[in-house]
């Protein structure tokens, strides 16, 4: 069971918005900033956000946010490209440790 | 360009110790205030945290495999390792290397470069 919730899967049509959440507590997403990671085909996962920050090369479509424990990421006007798993992560500080969500399974229609 | 690479045997004999070593080129292990993780992801689930260590040679691990796992720096080859001990079946996954940087604007770190991965599986 992993130390963050998140949906099992998502989908969502080309050009729609879709919004993927992470539900922590206060030891971890309530403290700390959120890393998003995109991982396509089971390859190496990939950081497209964190807090609300976009890494380089990062298409700006993407966007983050936070309220209290709960972490979102929000893709605007979804292309193919973007079907891919998504991982949120931060660190949790009672565990000294970094928690994951189980990913979500975004599907482009 | 920062790049990582794992590197390891892909196979392991369950209760022996798994060994993995991640090559950091394009930049030096000893210098900056990094972090460079291990993480591992078994098949067709989701990513697992190991364990990271500091540039000076501290370490935090996960909890649930702290009293299995060693992570371990050698600044003159460049690389860091990991070895985790006493594998069973359950240890079977991709296993990945990162570094974290310090991220200023929201004063934490961040995982910024990834390996490709090495799969390693535990079987007899």
């Known amino acids: 069971q992993s130390a963050l919730t998140q949906e099992a899967s998502v989908s969502g049509t080309v050009g729609q918005k879709v919004t993927l959440s992470c539900t922590g507590n206060?030891?971890?997403?309530?403290?700390?900033?959120v890393g998003w990671y995109q991982q396509i085909s089971h390859g190496a996962p990939k950081t497209v956000m964190f807090?609300?920050s976009l890494p380089s090369g990062i298409p700006d479509r993407f966007s983050g946010s936070k309220s209290g424990t709960t972490a979102s990421l929000t893709i605007s006007g979804l292309q193919p490209e973007d079907e891919a798993d998504y991982y949120c992560?931060?660190?949790?500080?009672?565990?000294?440790?970094?928690?994951f969500g189980g990913g979500t399974k975004l599907t482009v229609l | 360009q920062v790049q990582l690479q794992e590197s390891g045997p892909g196979l392991v004999k369950p209760s022996q110790t798994l060994s993995l070593t991640c090559t950091v080129s394009?930049?030096?292990?000893?210098?900056?205030?990094?972090?460079w993780s291990w993480i591992r992801q078994p098949a067709g689930k989701g990513l697992e945290w190991i364990g990271r260590?500091?540039?000076?040679?501290?370490?935090n691990y996960n909890p649930s495999l702290k009293s299995r796992v060693t992570i371990s720096v050698d600044t003159s080859k460049n690389q860091f390792s990991l070895k985790l001990s006493s594998v069973t079946a359950a240890d079977t996954a991709v296993y990945y290397c990162?570094?974290?940087?310090?991220?200023?604007?929201?004063?934490?770190?961040?995982?910024?470069?990834w390996g490709q991965g090495t799969l390693v599986t535990v079987s007899s």
């Open positions: 990162a570094r974290e940087d310090y991220d200023y604007v929201w004063g934490s770190y961040r995982w910024n470069y």
């Open positions: 394009g930049g030096s292990i000893s210098s900056g205030s990094y972090y």
């Open positions: 992560s931060t660190w949790d500080y009672s565990l000294s440790a970094w928690v």
């Open positions: 260590i500091y540039t000076s040679g501290s370490t």
């Open positions: 206060s030891n971890n997403i309530g403290s700390y900033a």
């Open positions: 807090g609300n």
